[in-house]
């Protein structure tokens, strides 16, 4: 008897019509022969060795550089649970349409089985996937994303309670390009793209978009968010998870490197994207990371704003999408040392820093083996997670949100995630800079309906004896001028010390119509450049703003019709109450 896991593996050879097919063991010997084959073929460039040992470039197809959101489905039988915030096609509709696109798409390639582990091997949180895919680029990937190979299988056996992704390069047209989710059969298809988000089918799409629809169904929470603990001089440790979109700085705030002034802290980093979040025995919310690495965005980072990830990348990676100098090293804007005199840009052709144009593809990425990490938390792989004291929504904004403030309790923290908005980046296609409401960080990743979801982070703080209290942050709030008010990076850490303080009750705030906001000298700001009418202009709260921003909401609120939660439309109207009066 075949297992569910073979049958299935047969029925798509016989409909994608393979040359191969080989079962990835996660092995280093398979790997070496995985890329010595991609050196040969040009799939992957060798850097340089004795600076960057086990260390690759790849170049994408120059139209596949991003996700691609409107190609991207959630295919629901009702067309409601998918809610306002997916493109939705049918089921029925789905497989035939891109069933179709599947038909001999491997023709002359290979056909891997790769099955992997979302979470530490031996958690009970854990979940299974198989990922069939033809780029042997994916393969390389999700050994480092994930717990790859053998180990899955053994914890498969005949089981199958595995989620299926199936996935081939087809032809990389964006015109024949889908990515399909049934999350009510927990199958992925994902054809015409080998770019991360949209190809590493463990990642976006199982651990994000199937999991919050598993998460509901059980409930817990699969969130878009980092997990890091900070130690204080005193030892004392605590977790805070945080959800920003995409390219909002989630990896250099996971590690970030305390600063000179702020002596004897530590911070501890658990996961740099996804979050899968359980309550405990204890009444409380623990965390696990379900990844095993890093897929971060390059430019930009450098040895001042993230020294920890520069440590990590130095050996064993993948690099997709940056340039490449005369040594052999890869290059990106903002790298340490300036640009090159020369070099050859993502797409491969001749740069010098005269040419006007960016060497490397602004949503270029290193994908990084998470142990590799300096600040790697030692309970990083505890079957059990790690217990979360703080969560904090944050976003990109010029204007309106002030650097911190807290919510009321976990029903108005609800309504501070279901509120927010950020400025779009490099990470999908589209438009850059322009503020799109991105409730949790989650709308291009929540597997359901998001009226649902509000109310499904409702429900999850009636079952927690102990909640985490929630934040608000925003590091990039600007003077009207344009000039970043705040440092960010490093000195972050001064707002997550106000963060553990309220959270212990060791420090008071200010109760305006928004939520608590510190007292301006309650974020100590000794040796910055920050002045205290800078620091005011970081907390103020922005009455006409609000009054705006509140009206927003409530259009925005009114799309999920009888799905939102009441609750989550009451809140909008007692701040909208609160303003006034
Ligand atoms: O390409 S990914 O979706 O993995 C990166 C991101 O957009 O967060
Ligand atoms: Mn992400």
């Known amino acids: 008897m075949p297992t569910p896991l073979e049958h299935w593996v047969d029925q798509v050879a016989a409909h994608t019509h393979p040359k191969h097919i080989q079962w990835c063991d996660g092995s280093d010997t398979e790997n070496q022969r995985l890329i010595e084959r991609m050196l040969e073929t040009g799939t992957l460039i060798e850097l340089n060795q004795k600076e960057y040992p086990a260390c690759y470039l790849h170049r994408s197809d120059p139209t596949d550089v991003a996700r691609t959101e409107h190609l991207t489905f959630v295919c629901t039988v009702r067309k409601e649970d998918a809610g306002p915030n997916n493109n939705w096609m049918a089921p029925a509709d789905a497989k035939e349409k891109v069933g179709a696109l599947f038909a001999g798409s491997m023709k002359g390639r290979t056909l891997y089985v790769v099955p992997y582990i979302m979470g530490p091997v031996t958690s009970p949180y854990s979940q299974i996937g198989v990922e069939i895919t033809d780029s042997p680029y994916v393969v390389a990937s999700m050994r480092i994303m994930t717990r790859m190979g053998q180990a899955a299988l053994d914890r498969l056996g005949a089981s199958d309670n595995f989620v299926k992704g199936l996935h081939s390069l087809g032809d990389l047209s964006p015109d024949r390009r889908f990515i399909v989710h049934l999350p009510e059969e927990r199958v992925i298809w994902s054809i015409g793209s080998g770019y991360g988000g949209n190809a590493l089918l463990g990642k976006k799409c199982f651990a994000l978009r199937i999991g919050s629809f598993m998460a509901r169904q059980e409930g817990w929470l699969a969130e878009h968010m980092l997990i890091l603990g900070v130690e204080e001089p005193s030892g004392r440790t605590t977790y805070i998870a945080a959800a920003f979109p995409s390219a909002c700085g989630k990896t250099n705030l996971a590690m970030l490197v305390p600063p000179e002034s702020e002596k004897g802290y530590k911070v501890w980093t658990v996961g740099e994207d996804i979050a899968w979040m359980h309550t405990g025995p204890d009444g409380r919310l623990w965390a696990i990371n379900?990844?095993?690495?890093?897929?971060?965005?390059?430019?930009?980072?450098?040895?001042?704003?993230?020294?920890?990830?520069m440590a990590t990348i130095a050996k064993n990676s993948l690099y997709t999408n940056v340039a490449l100098t005369p040594r052999g090293t890869p290059y990106w804007e903002g790298m340490d040392g300036g640009p090159p005199a020369e070099a050859v840009d993502w797409q491969g052709k001749p740069w010098t820093p005269h040419n006007g144009v960016k060497a490397a593809h602004p949503n270029s990425r290193f994908t990084t083996p998470a142990r590799q990490c300096p600040s790697i938390s030692p309970q990083w792989e505890n079957p059990k997670g790690v217990p979360i004291s703080a969560i904090l929504f944050g976003g990109r904004r010029a204007s309106l949100i002030p650097l911190v403030y807290q919510s009321l309790n976990w029903q108005h923290g609800v309504f501070l995630g279901a509120t927010m908005a950020s400025e779009t980046t490099a990470a999908a296609t589209g438009k850059v800079g322009v503020v799109r409401r991105d409730p949790m960080a989650m709308l291009p990743f929540c597997g359901y309906n998001m009226g649902d979801y509000f109310g499904h982070w409702l429900d999850m703080g009636r079952r927690l004896q102990q909640a985490p209290q929630v934040f608000r942050v925003n590091w990039?709030?600007?003077?009207?001028?344009?000039?970043?008010?705040?440092?960010?990076?490093?000195?972050?850490?001064?707002v997550l010390r106000w963060v553990l303080a309220r959270v212990h009750g060791e420090v008071g705030a200010a109760e305006t119509p928004i939520g608590y906001v510190p007292?301006?000298?309650?974020?100590?700001?000794?040796?910055?450049?920050?002045?205290p009418a800078v620091m005011q202009a970081l907390l103020a709260v922005d009455h006409d703003g609000w009054v705006e921003a509140a009206a927003g909401q409530r259009k925005f609120f009114e799309q999920f019709g009888e799905h939102l939660p009441r609750q989550i439309w009451q809140e909008n109207e007692t701040l909208t109450r609160r303003l006034r009066g």
Do not use: C, M, Y
């Open 290 to 309: 379900p990844e095993a690495g890093f897929f971060g965005v390059a430019p930009g980072t450098n040895w001042h704003t993230n020294p920890n990830v």
């Open 476 to 494: 990039f709030r600007q003077s009207p001028e344009g000039k970043f008010l705040w440092p960010g990076f490093g000195e972050n850490l001064r």
């Open 519 to 531: 007292h301006s000298n309650d974020i100590d700001t000794s040796g910055l450049e920050v002045s």
